[in-house]
């Protein structure tokens, strides 16, 4: 496995600019199942979990082309509509191929799926809504066996607004008959994308981004692109938040560009309030060089509350200011497992129930660590690059799975940091 060394400490300085965003990218591939034609996209991002959606798509029969920095997924005919458990159990997401195949073929065979071992995360959500769209569905071996004669639309209200779910359901209403209104809805940035990419085949989608959103189902054969360019996601806001995060713990000057800033208005609110110098763009934020920020207190929440995947990375952050800061955990029961391994570097953080108290040293140590999810990795490359000496993180799958090319643009930026290939 590959690992990275890192030489701290370090600060950072240019420009860097993110790349589409992970958790769009992820349903909008899913979504091509519902096409029965090819469809062009540019600039998906180099990452594992991108890469095991296209195996699992491909393991159906989709047919995938890749020219230049475009990709081309061709659903048009599917060999079989089952989902196995040697791709899915890497990856949480997997779990979304389930409402596009039963809209579609009416019939659908999912592994339960796996991912990040940050919570129970249970898929009873998706269920119970494809059943109350007409799917009959039964847990069989560890699969999700689903079948319909033809999903029809209704109203349904998630118990909690839940992205995954929302996703799902919105997929699967495409084809249903009639209307489908998906009531406390998510409403973080990636679902509009994904309903601008379903509005963009044709469908009509409203209210993406508020907490009703509704889909008016249609026929496959009235399917067929608005547009012959090649469609472009959004790009990723929690990626840019770890750049704008290690700027400034760094106390660097970077430009992190390629996304909407409006997406991490909450998180920039915050890093003002903590002490952060910065301006912000249409497309960018420009982190300046900071002094010493203080202390402060955050509870996750949904979309537009403050992210749970950044919780990790503004712990990093908490642990070398002054003062003391709060974090709550809401979403997730296990996403304090980092606390450890930043604790090897010196942090100092005590954990009671859901929540963390955060002390802010005066500096850093190198250790290795290990890395134990994706965001909890991002967390402690953030601290290496404070860390006086040198840290070698091991297990870095887990940022593989949705940081592109990390060390690569941390190098260009001025980070001391090797891969070492395992």
């Given at each position: 496995?590959?690992?990275?060394?890192?030489?701290?400490?370090?600060?950072?300085?240019?420009?860097?600019?993110?790349?589409?965003?992970?958790?769009?990218?992820?349903?909008?591939?899913?979504?091509?199942?519902?096409?029965?034609?090819?469809?062009?996209?540019?600039?998906?991002?180099?990452?594992?979990?991108?890469?095991?959606?296209?195996?699992?798509?491909?393991?159906?029969?989709?047919?995938?082309?890749?020219?230049?920095?475009?990709?081309?997924?061709?659903?048009?005919?599917?060999?079989?509509?089952?989902?196995?458990?040697?791709?899915?159990?890497?990856?949480?997401?997997?779990?979304?191929?389930?409402?596009?195949?039963?809209?579609?073929?009416?019939?659908?065979?999912?592994?339960?799926?796996?991912?990040?071992?940050?919570?129970?995360?249970?898929?009873?959500?998706?269920?119970?809504?494809?059943?109350?769209?007409?799917?009959?569905?039964?847990?069989?071996?560890?699969?999700?066996?689903?079948?319909?004669?033809?999903?029809?639309?209704?109203?349904?209200?998630?118990?909690?607004?839940?992205v995954g779910a929302t996703e799902n359901l919105m997929m699967a209403a495409v084809l249903a008959e009639g209307?489908?209104?998906?009531?406390?809805?998510?409403?973080?940035?990636?679902?509009?994308?994904?309903?601008?990419?379903?509005?963009?085949?044709?469908?009509?989608?409203?209210?993406?981004?508020?907490?009703?959103?509704?889909?008016?189902?249609?026929?496959?054969?009235?399917?067929?692109?608005?547009?012959?360019?090649?469609?472009?996601?959004?790009?990723?806001?929690?990626?840019?938040?770890?750049?704008?995060?290690?700027?400034?713990?760094?106390?660097?000057?970077?430009?992190?560009?390629?996304?909407?800033?409006?997406?991490?208005?909450?998180?920039?609110?915050?890093?003002?309030?903590?002490?952060?110098?910065?301006?912000?763009?249409?497309?960018?934020?420009?982190?300046?060089?900071?002094?010493?920020?203080?202390?402060?207190?955050?509870?996750?929440?949904?979309?537009?509350?403050?992210?749970?995947?950044?919780?990790?990375?503004?712990?990093?952050?908490?642990?070398?200011?002054?003062?003391?800061?709060?974090?709550?955990?809401?979403?997730?029961?296990?996403?304090?497992?980092?606390?450890?391994?930043?604790?090897?570097?010196?942090?100092?953080?005590?954990?009671?129930?859901?929540?963390?108290?955060?002390?802010?040293?005066?500096?850093?140590s190198g250790a290795p660590v290990m890395c134990t999810d994706l965001r909890a990795s991002a967390a402690l490359?953030?601290?290496?690059?404070?860390?006086?000496?040198?840290?070698?993180?091991?297990?870095?799958?887990?940022?593989?799975?949705?940081?592109?090319?990390?060390?690569?643009?941390?190098?260009?930026?001025?980070?001391?940091?090797?891969?070492?290939?395992?």
């Open positions: 496995m590959d690992k990275l060394l890192l030489d701290g400490p370090s600060t950072l300085h240019g420009t860097v600019e993110v790349s589409s965003a992970k958790n769009a990218t992820l349903p909008i591939l899913v979504a091509t199942l519902l096409c029965p034609y090819p469809v062009k996209f540019k600039d998906i991002p180099n990452l594992m979990d991108v890469s095991t959606m296209l195996k699992i798509l491909q393991s159906m029969g989709v047919k995938i082309t890749a020219v230049g920095g475009e990709i081309c997924i061709d659903a048009g005919k599917l060999e079989n509509q089952h989902a196995d458990y040697s791709l899915v159990k890497t990856m949480r997401a997997s779990v979304l191929v389930l409402g596009p195949l039963l809209a579609r073929y009416g019939v659908a065979s999912v592994s339960l799926p796996g991912g990040c071992a940050i919570g129970a995360r249970p898929v009873d959500i998706h269920l119970s809504g494809m059943e109350k769209l007409g799917a009959e569905i039964q847990i069989e071996n560890g699969y999700i066996k689903a079948k319909c004669k033809k999903l029809i639309g209704a109203t349904i209200t998630l118990p909690f607004p839940s209307e489908t209104i998906i009531e406390n809805a998510a409403m973080e940035p990636e679902i509009d994308d994904l309903a601008n990419f379903l509005i963009s085949q044709g469908v009509s989608v409203e209210g993406a981004g508020t907490s009703r959103i509704s889909v008016k189902g249609v026929d496959i054969n009235d399917l067929k692109p608005s547009s012959s360019e090649s469609y472009k996601i959004m790009g990723d806001r929690i990626e840019a938040a770890t750049f704008i995060i290690a700027a400034i713990m760094t106390r660097g000057d970077v430009v992190v560009k390629g996304f909407n800033p409006k997406h991490l208005t909450f998180v920039l609110d915050t890093l003002v309030k903590m002490g952060a110098n910065m301006s912000v763009g249409v497309d960018y934020v420009h982190v300046k060089k900071s002094t010493r920020l203080k202390g402060t207190t955050i509870e996750t929440a949904p979309y537009p509350g403050f992210p749970t995947d950044i919780q990790a990375q503004m712990m990093a952050l908490m642990s070398v200011v002054d003062g003391h800061s709060i974090v709550t955990e809401t979403i997730f029961e296990n996403r304090f497992m980092h606390v450890p391994e930043m604790g090897r570097m010196g942090t100092k953080v005590t954990l009671k129930g859901h929540s963390a108290l955060v002390e802010g040293v005066e500096f850093l490359v953030l601290c290496a690059l404070v860390a006086q000496g040198q840290s070698e993180i091991q297990r870095v799958y887990h940022l593989d799975r949705g940081y592109e090319r990390i060390d690569e643009k941390l190098t260009a930026l001025g980070a001391k940091i090797k891969r070492i290939k395992g």
